[in-house]
T-cell receptor, first 114, second 115 residues
Framework: KAGVTQTPRYLIKTRGQQVTLSCSPISGHRSVSWYQQTPGQGLQFLFEYFSETQRNKGNFPGRFSGRQFSNSRSEMNVSTLELGDSALYLC?????????????FGPGTRLTVL | KQEVTQIPAALSVPEGENLVLNCSFTDSAIYNLQWFRQDPGKGLTSLLLIQSSQREQTSGRLNASLDKSSGRSTLYIAASQPGDSATYLCAVGNAGGTSYGKLTFGQGTILTVHP
């Protein structure tokens, strides 16, 4: 079974631009979560989607948004990029947010904002 | 608000040693606790998942324990190898409707196993 895939793997953008990242979950998984990882803040939760609905959102500004499609693939968008948005963006999928579910992570998208 | 702390921040050991990584959390109302491994510049690999009703889980040379009442978990690695060198992350999944899909992570322990 294929794992979680994320595209692109690397991105370089300039301040003020916007970016869209994509995540394809493991087949059959309906929950997709997104995280931002930086050296200073570590791993921080962005949001979670299940059946095209956002069920939970972390403490990030409205410039960060996401969506999920009917095939469970998810995208996240960051508008008006700032230098501080440079990070590794990870997505994770699971069958559902139940006690038995392990979250499986993708390889991440490395975003550099110049 | 859940907070997760990992000690030590870094650990360097010779090959063959048994070692223990520690994780503590402030809110005991958890669903589960996961241990992950992260290699430099890579994503996270799940090592062990412990449900809140369990006391420990084992996989090969790894054993993770959970003491919910004291807010602690330990990851025991037996007979360490250079290939075990990585950052080890502890993450907690909380109960409650506002916790869907959310794991709260510690800052990690950077492990170096030298030959």
């Amino acid at each position: 079974k294929a794992g979680v895939t994320q595209t692109p793997r690397y991105l370089i953008k300039t301040r003020g631009q916007q970016v869209t990242l994509s995540c394809s979950p493991i087949s059959g998984h309906r929950s997709v979560s997104w995280y931002q990882q930086t050296p200073g803040q570590g791993l921080q939760f962005l949001f979670e989607y299940f059946s095209e609905t956002q069920r939970n959102k972390g403490n990030f500004p409205g410039r960060f948004s996401g969506r999920q499609f009917s095939n469970s693939r998810s995208e996240m968008n960051v508008s008006t990029l700032e230098l501080g948005d440079s990070a590794l963006y990870l997505c994770a999928s699971s069958l559902d947010r139940l006690v038995t579910d392990t979250q499986y992570f993708g390889p991440g998208t490395r975003l550099t904002v110049l | 608000k859940q907070e997760v702390t990992q000690i030590p921040a870094a650990l360097s050991v010779p090959e063959g040693e048994n070692l223990v990584l520690n994780c503590s959390f402030t809110d005991s109302a958890i669903y589960n606790l996961q241990w992950f491994r992260q290699d430099p510049g890579k994503g996270l690999t799940s090592l062990l998942l412990i449900q809140s009703s369990q006391r420990e889980q084992t996989s090969g040379r790894l054993n993770a324990s959970l003491d919910k009442s004291s807010g602690r978990s330990t990851l025991y690695i037996a007979a360490s190898q250079p290939g075990d060198s990585a950052t080890y992350l502890c993450a907690v999944g909380n109960a409650g409707g506002t916790s869907y899909g959310k794991l709260t992570f510690g800052q990690g322990t950077i492990l170096t196993v030298h030959p």
